[in-house]
């Protein structure tokens, strides 16, 4: 059963925005630290971002100042506005919850987050 479920994907030329979005199909995101990871072909997985319960961001480095992470409650989703692409951004991207809490120099461990969505493809070009 899906317990988180990404869209927003597409294709989109350099310098251009995309905005993802991950609704809680079976969770209930309030009670967890959700974020955002991506996974190029032949790579592995690395953290986008994250927010915590209390609304704290955590990002990697190279998306700080592009990308900013939110969360509405009371929709129970997760969003990631991607502004300012780059052709290195194109991967699938995978929206993620744990049981955790996290420090601002917080490096994101896909091993620290038990629920997974499937993924929805980013291209740009």
């Known amino acids: 059963h899906v317990q988180l479920v990404e869209s927003g994907g597409g294709s989109v030329q350099a310098g251009g925005s995309l905005r993802l979005s991950c609704v809680g199909a079976?969770?209930?995101?309030?009670?967890?630290?959700v974020g955002w990871f991506r996974q190029s072909a032949g790579t592995e997985r690395e953290g986008v971002g994250a927010?915590?319960?209390?609304?704290?961001?955590s990002y990697a480095d190279d998306v700080k100042g592009r990308f900013t992470i939110s969360k509405d409650n009371s929709k129970n989703t997760l969003y990631l506005q991607m502004n300012r692409l780059r052709p290195e951004d194109t991967a699938m991207y995978y929206c993620?919850?744990?049981?955790?809490?996290?420090?601002?120099?917080?490096?994101?461990?896909?091993?620290?987050?038990?629920?997974w969505g499937q993924g929805t493809q980013v291209t740009v070009s």
């Open positions: 993620a919850a744990g049981d955790l809490e996290f420090d601002p120099d917080y490096d994101l461990d896909p091993s620290d987050f038990g629920y």
């Open positions: 079976e969770l209930t995101l309030r009670g967890y630290c």
């Open positions: 927010i915590a319960r209390d609304g704290s961001t």
